[in-house]
């Protein structure tokens, strides 16, 4: 096996303690000055790097929200123009769907994942290096359009035929079309990496039914992607070839039809729905462990809920097509299965209510967000359960029922279980504990502020208030709860800076972290706050499914890996027994290049054809540098 | 299919409308569909109330209650575990029976409200950017009639809506009579509805189709059957030929200024077919679908200036002096 020795090499197995350390970091370190920071293929670098741009993007996606419920508090509003108003609708769906909900989830299953399974890096670091510049540029490339003034305006969902060249001649289609692009490389991209992360580079001895919640939330979203947004590549791909060559996928009076737009899109729209939602799940199983001081109750049946979610998340698209005009019995069979998914969600409530059952509560920020959670989640997911009806659905498709709705999911379901992941990994990624005194006032600003915003469209739908629209007429008597509903956004809205406050506050003032603040039961509090660049001086070795807790005194380590260059260990699928000593790459600036030229192409070519031509050999010459033979002794074996 | 539903629900989901007249309200059930729909909301809406209120119990007293002591994580009490497995399996298996339930229950609402009754009056909608074309059509040419943004249909007769798109997805929805049906492009959709009764109700757009999407609207005009067969008679009759001065120098203008380039008036040299039919324009109750109320102000201001009360419409702002709009304006009322 690999382990066998090179004379001449240094393994970790001879130094010790400071030594040892110090000899890692050299190793594994990133390069310092600006070239360095950008040749970064650290995952924490990187992920710490996606998660602030993912949270900028939040805040520009609430600030367009907070735009929005301006213009909608009273009737016959002037603050924003139709067109401006559409453009603002459309960005901050597309913001908060694709450049932060999914991206978050990543960034934080990026910058964890390594750390929770025991390994020194992510699978694949360089490709994690390019998918964040691409998420980057895709992200910058939609915001720079909508400042001048070409900001998509014609839905997240950007519907055909609206979106075609005959009803949108403007390049807004194509930008959010573009967008689309970047920011599926960059999804695929993760999910790959934490596929084989998990799959390959657990710690030896972490088992599959010992890997913790969180990863495998993590793992079943990866293949969620990777089966999920080949769809909407496929949809938005073939909409830029309509609109640039003139091809008719969706133009039905040329044999095309515009209801294979909404099969394509939601096919890969629903899907993302959970894409969002299961890691949501993940950090809250985290939490509860933590702050229940138990276990998950459950365990297998968490894990099983999530892989049946994962299945089901992928029959279910055509419940947002129920008014399309399709057959009623094949409608009805969508409604089933719909409300199906009820089943898994459910469990996994059930598991972690029981586990608060048992528990011994600690009331901490993080578990504070979780108990939010679970109140706001559940009657999203039943008013999910009435939206999954055809006959309800006629009624509150398209309302505002529906705006309440998948809020409720997602803001409910992610946004408070991110807020409290915050609270949570934060002393981890920063080595200092946020303020609990300004956490209690973020949870509750945002709670409060949260159920006012977004009750009231419940009643709103169903008296009659579409989605969409910039404005309404003051006898539709929808005045009152539309002015209730954005004075609660805007306490929503507050609550998120005083998240900000305290982020910012602590940093400097927040009391030292260290190692494991929390008593936590999983592998990345046994390193440092913040951990080292190669995470553990030694690989630990896993003989439980709460390793900190069933070993508190100190955990089993394997050495043998080298210490003078970037080495991980591979272990087996199922039972994670060691397999081989695996180079991981060095810092490079290519996978920066590499994006830069794909980011031209990208951008090129919704203006010319031609870009397909003049766009790939820049991206051919910085691929062949990024994989130019370094000469180095890996993969000898 | 008759339910129970508490009063306190009634009126806590409906106590905002009490100033409301019922326009456009999917609770304010005037057809027998909606009524229906509003049957298996309220259904839903108590199996909701009851779930999401035990759930919030259950998370209650499962924080409050006395906890054993124990001080490491991992020290377990097995009976719990294994109890509370049976418990969570029981009610995975409970909530499978509550959504198959539910399923069923929706299925046999949705059959009712998609039932088809073949003698119904068939009346076609085609959608635009930003208005809607109706068209009455019956065997002989001489029964047919177009009209826009208004529709007026007899009271508990079913009626049966065939739509259409002329250019990108409209939805068709009348929230106090049924659910909504989309409009697409190449494709057929049709939708059956019941008034019960005799009103106005509002109708709105709900597929976001472009700019104007917010001012979208239109009205279903439920009429007694005998009414609503004069309304017909009248409506099939080519438009009245101006009586006065005034009226007759206002036909002129509308040819000679380019209104006649997009708009129909039958019966008059005016057949454009790009806006909307206007051969009763003076007899409808709105102008600009659904935008504002149909009078001699509100149709001078719309005229004047029709890109300032629905920016981006496709309706052009004609160069008119102050006679000659009101020369229009009078022609325009004229036909009722």
């Known amino acids: 096996m690999s382990m066998a020795a090179e004379p001449n090499e240094l393994r970790d197995d001879v130094l010790n303690g400071l030594q040892l350390s110090m000899q890692l970091e050299r190793v594994w370190r990133t390069p310092s000055g600006l070239v360095g920071a950008l040749m970064s293929v650290d995952h924490k670098v990187v992920g710490r790097r996606y998660i602030l741009t993912a949270f900028a993007f939040l805040l520009l996606g609430g600030i367009l929200a907070i735009l929005m419920r301006v213009q909608l508090a009273g009737p016959e509003k002037t603050f924003l123009s139709a067109d401006k108003y559409n453009q603002v609708f459309t960005m901050h769906g597309s913001t908060m769907m694709f450049l932060f909900a999914v991206p978050v989830m990543e960034a934080f299953a990026v910058y964890l994942v390594p750390l929770m399974v025991g390994t020194r890096n992510i699978a694949f670091p360089r490709l994690n290096a390019f998918s964040y510049w691409m998420f980057l540029f895709g992200g910058c490339f939609l915001w720079i359009s909508f400042l001048f003034n070409v900001g998509p305006d014609v839905g997240w969902f950007s519907y055909v035929p609206l979106s075609s060249l005959q009803f949108t001649p403007t390049k807004r289609a194509d930008v959010w079309a573009q967008m689309i692009t970047f920011t599926e490389v960059a999804a695929l991209a993760v999910a790959v990496e934490i596929v084989v992360t998990v799959f390959k580079l657990r710690a030896p001895g972490m088992t599959l039914d010992r890997i913790p919640l969180f990863v495998w939330a993590m793992l079943v979203t990866a293949f969620l992607v990777m089966f999920a947004m080949p769809s909407i590549m496929v949809a938005s791909t073939s909409l830029i070839l309509d609109r640039l060559v003139n091809t008719r996928f969706y133009d039905s009076s040329s044999g095309g039809h515009p209801l294979l737009w909404q099969h394509l899109f939601w096919f890969f729209g629903h899907p993302e729905v959970y894409i969002i939602f299961i890691p949501g799940t993940g950090m809250v199983s ?39 005009g399709l057959p009623q019995l094949g409608a009805a069979l969508f409604t089933a299965s719909s409300m199906l998914i009820a089943v898994p969600s459910g469990l996994q409530i059930f598991c972690w209510l029981a586990t608060l059952w048992d528990g011994r509560p600690v009331y901490r920020t993080p578990l504070l967000f979780v108990i939010g959670f679970i109140v706001i989640f559940v009657l999203g997911g039943l008013s999910g359960v009435m939206v999954a009806s055809v006959p309800i659905d006629t009624q509150v498709h398209d309302t505002y029922f529906v705006v309440a709705h998948f809020h409720y999911v997602l803001i409910g379901g992610a946004v408070f279980p991110l807020v409290g992941a915050v609270y949570y990994w934060f002393p981890k990624i920063a080595g200092r504990m946020l303020s609990e005194r300004l956490g209690r006032w973020n949870f509750w600003l945002a709670f409060i502020g949260f159920n006012v915003a977004f009750f009231p469209m419940h009643i709103l739908g169903l008296i009659g208030m579409p989605r969409r629209v910039y404005t309404y007429t003051a006898d539709m008597d929808w005045a009152h709860l539309n002015l209730v509903s954005s004075g609660g956004a805007l306490v929503f809205a507050f609550s998120f800076a005083v998240l900000l406050a305290n982020v910012i506050y602590s940093l400097r003032k927040g009391a030292l972290a260290g190692d494991n603040p929390w008593n936590a039961s999983t592998l990345e509090w046994a390193t440092s706050s913040p951990p080292p660049p190669q995470n553990f001086d030694r690989i630990p070795v896993v003989k439980h499914r709460d390793p900190l807790w069933a070993d508190s005194e100190s955990l089993s380590v394997v050495a043998g890996l080298s210490a003078e260059r970037r080495e991980v260990l591979l272990t087996s699928l199922a039972e994670a027994e060691p397999q081989i000593r695996e180079a991981s790459p060095e810092p490079s600036i290519w996978p920066l290049l590499t994006a830069i030229a794909t980011t031209i192409f990208f951008i090129g070519s919704i203006f010319t054809p031609w870009a397909v031509l003049w766009g790939t050999p820049p991206m051919a010459v910085t691929l062949i540098g990024w994989f130019w033979p370094s000469g180095s002794k890996e993969d000898e074996e | 299919m008759q339910v129970w539903v508490p009063r306190v629900l009634v009126l806590c989901m409906t106590w905002p409308l009490a100033a409301c007249a019922g326009q456009q309200s999917a609770l304010d059930h005037q057809g027998l569909q909606s009524e229906q729909i509003r049957h298996t909301l309220f259904i839903f809406l108590i199996v909701a109330a009851i779930v999401w209120t035990a759930v919030v119990i259950v998370l209650g007293l499962g924080l409050l209650r006395r906890k054993r002591t124990a001080d490491q994580p991992l020290d377990l009490h097995q009976p719990f575990e294994q109890r509370s497995g049976r418990v969570v399996l029981a009610l995975g298996i409970a909530t499978t029976v509550v959504v198959l339930g539910l399923s069923f229950v929706s299925y046999a609402g949705q059959r009712t409200v998609f039932a088809k009754d073949e003698n119904a009056l068939t009346l076609k909608i085609i959608g635009h950017q930003w208005w809607w074309e109706v068209r009455y059509e019956a ?8 009209t826009a943004n208004e529709i007026r249909i007899p009271t508990g007769q079913p009626v049966k809506v065939e739509l259409e798109s002329a250019d990108v997805i409209h939805s068709f929805w009348v ?13 057929k959709n049709e939708l059956q509805f019941t008034a019960k009764n005799a009103g106005i109700y509002r109708g709105q757009c709900a597929e976001f189709c472009g700019i104007q999407h917010a001012h979208m609207a239109f009205a279903v005009i439920a009429m007694s059957p005998d009414e609503f067969g004069r309304w017909r008679d009248h409506e099939n009759q080519s ?69 300032h009360i629905k920016p981006g419409n496709l309706m052009p702002k004609m160069p008119l002096q102050s006679d000659e709009m009101i020369a229009i304006i009078h022609y325009l009322e004229q036909l009722k």
């Open chain 2, 139 to 146: 065997d002989s040419p001489h029964q047919s009639f177009v």
């Open chain 2, 175 to 187: 929230p106090s009579l049924t659910g909504k049906m989309d409009l697409i492009p190449g494709q």
């Open chain 2, 239 to 307: 438009a009245n030929s101006p009586t006065d001065q005034l009226g007759k120098q206002g036909e002129a203008l509308f040819r000679a200024r380019g209104c006649a380039l997009c708009h129909n008036i039958s019966g008059t040299m005016a057949g454009g077919q790009l806006g909307p039919d206007l051969t009763h324009i003076g007899s409808r109750t709105t102008i600009a679908a659904g935008t504002l109320p149909n009078t001699s102000a509100t149709l001078g201001a719309w005229i004047a200036d029709p890109q």
């Open chain 1, 286 to 324: 985290a939490i509860l462990a933590t702050f229940a001081r138990r276990p998950v109750i459950g365990y297998p049946v968490v894990i099983l809920s999530l892989i049946a979610t994962g299945f089901l998340s992928f029959g279910l698209w055509v419940h947002h097509m129920f008014v399309t």
